[in-house]
């Protein structure tokens, strides 16, 4: 168990839909990064927090944006879903944003575009 | 570099055997790497770490390799389990003021009992 929790762990929507995915980091830990990994692209880093602050942004689409909160969990929201979205949303969480910090990941949420 | 495709190389090892993976990175800039184990239905689970200024760091039954000449990381595993079935991706973080990741695109291990 890597201490990092995510909810829902599956979910199941329309296209056109918006959904709002939670991560809780590890104790103790700062900074939250969001990643996508589909079947055809692999890991990719979305996006990256430290301590309510967006500190560093990779392939984040327009539609999608994140935020992190006082009591440092975060959310991913997804918006005008398309079936291309269809993937895992990984959450992963360090101590601090400042370089070459283990990243240490939740068991991720299954989304599934209809 | 960033994963690309998805077409996983597999290695097929007898319960017992010492495994190695390999792995190519892209960036010679890269300070520190991260190997990752993933089994179905799980996030990435952190294995062992090492930073650009060794070229070997040794773990519980498993040891990586650094080889900045020719940008090559290896995860030797000893004496493989049927629990180590899974997913192995190398990360590697550039050295810039983030701790961003780019990751491999993964090699599968699959023990035979």
């Known amino acids: 168990d890597s201490g990092v929790t995510q909810t829902p762990k599956h979910l199941i929507t329309a296209t056109g839909q918006r959904v709002t995915l939670r991560c809780s980091p590890r104790s103790g830990d700062l900074s939250v990064y969001w990643y996508q990994q589909s079947l055809d692209q692999g890991l990719q880093f979305l996006i990256q927090y430290y301590n309510g602050e967006e500190r560093a942004k990779g392939n984040i689409l327009e539609r999608f944006s994140a935020q992190q909160f006082p009591d440092l969990h975060s959310e991913l929201n997804l918006s005008s879903l398309e079936l291309g979205d269809s993937a895992l949303y990984f959450c992963?969480?360090?101590?601090?944003?400042?370089?070459?910090?283990?990243?240490?990941f939740g068991d991720g949420t299954r989304l599934s575009i209809l | 570099g960033e994963s690309v495709g998805l077409h996983l190389p597999t290695l097929s090892v007898q319960e017992g055997d010492n495994s190695i993976i390999n792995c190519a990175y892209s960036?010679?800039?890269?300070?520190?790497f991260i190997w990752y184990k993933q089994e179905s239905g799980k996030g990435p689970q952190f294995i062992i770490d090492?930073?650009?200024?060794?070229d070997k760091r040794q773990g519980q039954r498993v040891t990586v390799l650094l080889n900045k000449t020719v940008k090559h990381l290896s995860l030797q595993i000893a004496a493989t389990q049927p629990g180590d079935s899974a997913v192995y991706f190398c990360?590697?973080?550039?050295?810039?003021?983030?701790?961003?990741?780019?990751f491999g695109s993964g090699t599968k291990l699959n023990v035979k009992p």
């Open positions: 992963a969480s360090s101590k601090q944003d400042s370089n070459n910090q283990p990243q240490h």
């Open positions: 090492i930073r650009s200024n060794m």
């Open positions: 960036n010679s800039a890269s300070d520190y």
């Open positions: 990360a590697e973080n550039l050295d810039d003021n983030f701790n961003k990741f780019y």
